[in-house]
Nanobody
Framework: VQLVESGGGLVQPGGSLRLSCVAS????????MSWLRQVPGKERERVAA????????NYADSVKGRFTISRDNAKNTVYLQMNSLKPEDTAVYYC?????WGQGTQVTVSS
């Protein structure tokens, strides 16, 4: 299993970013995928999850209405569109499938 995230960076409050995660080594279209985030010293938080066919999604209350998770099973890719970003969204974001994690991508929201 390999999960490779990209798309992080520095953005001003109110801005947007789209994270991508390319998966390989397993039948991607058969698995629920999730995005988690981690801030040093804080508990990790599952931000969003999407069912195998993409029809079911759920979100942490902290990001509802601002973040959208989606997937393209033809491209073995899951996305996280993040809008109206806030400084408290600053974290390392990880793409996960069960106990498998990517290397993470840093998102920093700051003016």
């Amino acid at each position: 299993v390999q999960l490779v995230e990209s798309g992080g960076g520095l953005v001003q409050p109110g801005g947007s970013l789209r994270l991508s995660c390319v998966a390989s080594g397993f039948p991607f279209s058969s698995y629920t995928m999730s995005w988690l985030r981690q801030v040093p010293g804080k508990e990790r938080e599952r931000v969003a999850a999407i069912g195998s066919a993409g029809g079911t999604t759920n979100y942490a209350d902290s990001v509802k209405g601002r973040f959208t998770i989606s997937r393209d099973n033809a491209k073995n890719t899951v996305y996280l569109q993040m809008n109206s970003l806030k400084p408290e969204d600053t974290a390392v974001y990880y793409c996960t499938r069960g106990n498998y994690w990517g290397q993470g991508t840093q998102v920093t929201v700051s003016s």
